[in-house]
Every structure is written in C-alpha cells, then in structure tokens.
C-alpha cells in the first residue's frame, strides 16, 4: 500500500480540487481528508456515511462543585481565561489544558479528563472509502486528529484492498501538517506562481526534506505569472527534486467546486479535464516505482 500526501504551504492553490480529481482518476483509493480545522474533501466526493464516532485528544479540567470551597485561585492562575466565575461559583468552558489549576487547587477539586476534541468518520464515495473529521470549534490537538484520520483511511485500505491511500493535507508547515507527512511514502506539493505561493511552498519543502519524504511539485495557475513559474522551476531543479507537471489558470475548478463534482467527473471533456489525468498519470508512475 502507498500512501501519497498533497500538500500545499498556503490554502487557495487547488489542493483539495486536485485530490479529489486524482481520486476520481485513481479507480478504488482511500481518501483521509487531514485537514481537520477546515474540511471540505466531502463537499467534492459525496461521502454516505458508513461508521463514526468521537475523538478525545487531550485533557480538560472540570471543576466538582460539590468540593470546591470558591477560594478563586484556579481563575487568578489560569492564564487562557478559562474559569469564570458566576454568583460565587466556579466554572471552567474551553479549558486550554495545561493542567496548572489541576495541580495547585487546595482543595484537589479539579478533575483531570479526556476532552472530546472532534468527531471521526468513515464513509463510502463514489471513489471508495473516505476517512474524514470535523474538529470541535476552538479545540486544540488537530495534528493529533489528523494521525487518527490518516490511521484509519490505512484500516479502510487494508479492508477494502486499495493499494493507495490519498492524503488530502491541511495548509501551512504546522503540527496537523507534520502529523499528515511523517512516514508518508511521497508528498506532492501544489503551488502557485505568486509571492506567498513561492514563500509557503519553499517553506513546506524545507518540511518533507526535513522528514524525508520523497517530493515532487506541481504548479497551478502557472500562466498568471510566467515569470514566478520560471523562479518555481528554478528553485525546484535547485533542490533536486522533480516535476509532475503545471496547469493553467481554469475557472472550471471553481465551477467543479460549485456544482459539488471532482473536475473530471463535472468537466470530463474539457482541456483542463486532460491535463490532470496527464499529471495523475505521471505522479502513479512516480509513487508505484
Ligand atoms: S482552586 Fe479549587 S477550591 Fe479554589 S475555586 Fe478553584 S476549584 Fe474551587
Ligand atoms: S487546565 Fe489550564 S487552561 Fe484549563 S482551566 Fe486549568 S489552568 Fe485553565
């Protein structure tokens, strides 16, 4: 089983329309959709929901009233916020759970228990199985949610056969990157020819060098800025790493989006349609030697 995860440094560059054209293209994958904060894989492949449950990925302070003696030394030494007090009790919502108020109530009125930080499912697309997340509003511990999610789109594989496991991974360099990427088999990254785009994507190559993930570079929207593209391609080559190709500027990827279809399936004769099977074709070459 191969495990391939589309990353971007920045949001906007056609990361998620792109995984969801190469699920599309693949024949039976497993989706993860990693990127827990802010999910939309599922508004692209018509997920039915299969099996879900929630995610605890942490710990969180609540305080047992019945113990608490209202001295207020939890809300002077929490530093995040977190304990209100409200006609001389004490409340905690949206504990940061650093533990400090655990540790320092007189009374050991706290209690230290697993936070219910999201929701995990498993659901059946027209591509196959798709596993996915929503993060609780404000929740922390998304890079631990996204280990949980890609953990579980490897069970879908082993379940179903699939041979590739297609990650659709979050924006930026932070920790649910870096829990998308680790042990990865192959990262392709997706970029534009733009000054956050060229900034971000050097960033995100500086990760998978790091971590040792073998990395290869597409360019979206290469024909808005053919001067930037050429700075890609330089900076690239400069790296040792290859190409799997570039695409146009295409309002079809936004059309797809509307009409809630991967680019081939809603599009399947267009110009655009073509060229991402070329790069589909070239990056399976790639990731099956
Ligand atoms: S420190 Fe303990 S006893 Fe004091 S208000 Fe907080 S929970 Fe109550
Ligand atoms: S565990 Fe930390 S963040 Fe949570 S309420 Fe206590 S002091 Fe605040």
Known sequence: MKELVVLSGKGGTGKTSLTAAFATLAGRVVVADCDVDAANL??????????????????????????????????????????????????ISHCEGCGVCVEFCPQHAIDWVPAMTGTWMVSDCPTGRMAHAHLRPGAENSGKLAAFVR?????????????????????????PVIAS???????????????????????ILDLTRH????????????????????????????RG???????????????????????????????????????????KTWIER
Request: negative net charge; proline residues 6%; hydrophobic residues 40%.
């Open 42 to 91: 599922h508004l692209l492949l018509a997920p039915i929901l299969r099996d879900t449950g929630t995610f605890q990925g942490g710990k969180e302070a609540i305080i047992r009233t019945r113990d608490c003696t209202a001295c207020g030394l939890c809300a002077s030494l929490c530093r995040f916020g977190s304990v209100r007090e409200s006609e001389g009790k004490f409340a």
């Open 211 to 238: 971590f040792g993930v073998d990395t290869r570079v597409v360019i979206n929207k290469f024909d808005i800025n053919l001067e930037k593209t050429q700075r890609i391609r330089d900076l690239v080559s400069g």
């Open 151 to 175: 953990k579980l789109a490897k069970e879908q594989a082993t379940e179903t056969g699939s041979d590739l496991v297609l990650v659709d991974g979050p924006p930026g360099i932070g920790c």
């Open 181 to 203: 990427l680790t042990g990865a088999d192959a990262a392709l990254i997706v970029t534009e020819p733009t000054p956050s785009g060229i900034h971000d994507m050097e960033r």
């Open 241 to 283: 790493l290859g190409w799997v190709g570039t695409l146009p500027y295409s309002p079809l990827f936004t059309q797809a989006q509307v009409e809630g279809k991967p680019i081939p399936l809603a599009f399947p004769d267009a110009e655009i349609t073509e060229r991402i099977r070329l790069i589909w074709k070239e990056t």
